[in-house]
């Protein structure tokens, strides 16, 4: 299963989402998980975004009723070269491959810019695990018409609470 996940911080805690599906190119979603935590997340430490937001998404992914072949993340996996992102963070802690999709640019990645729909707009796609010109083509395509795939939009709602 690939499985997309999105984390949400709010004062009251966090909430961090998971939308699983079986392929590139599902429609709908075959699994959800959204976990709801009363503890704050670390504060923001340049450089360590992913002290943030990791144990969360740990948690989150060892409680997916569904084997994870794959998981997908809004962000980097890379932040340069030799330096880790949230993304190679989490290959590190669950070992499946990793894809990070990131909606603006980071001077510093060796990321591959990735153009869906209609936008003019480009996602950065950087990969742990798989080739990345693999994870890009992957990333090309997911269900959706728009700039942001469909299933990456549903896990940012459900960690917004802006969907149902």
Known sequence: MIVCVDVDYREAGVVTACVGFDAWTDAASAHELVMRSSEPAAAYAPGRFFERELPYIRA???RFA???DLVVIDGYVWLAPGQRGLGAHLHAAIERPVIGVAKTAYLSADS???????????????AEGLDPRLAAEHVKTMHGPFRIPTHLKRADGLARGNVT
């Not at 810019?113 to 796609?125: F, K, N, Q, T």
């Open 60 to 62: 989150a992914l060892d």
């Open 66 to 68: 569904r084997p994870i």
């Open 112 to 126: 591959i810019e990735v153009v869906r729909g209609a936008s003019a707009r480009p996602l950065y796609i950087t």
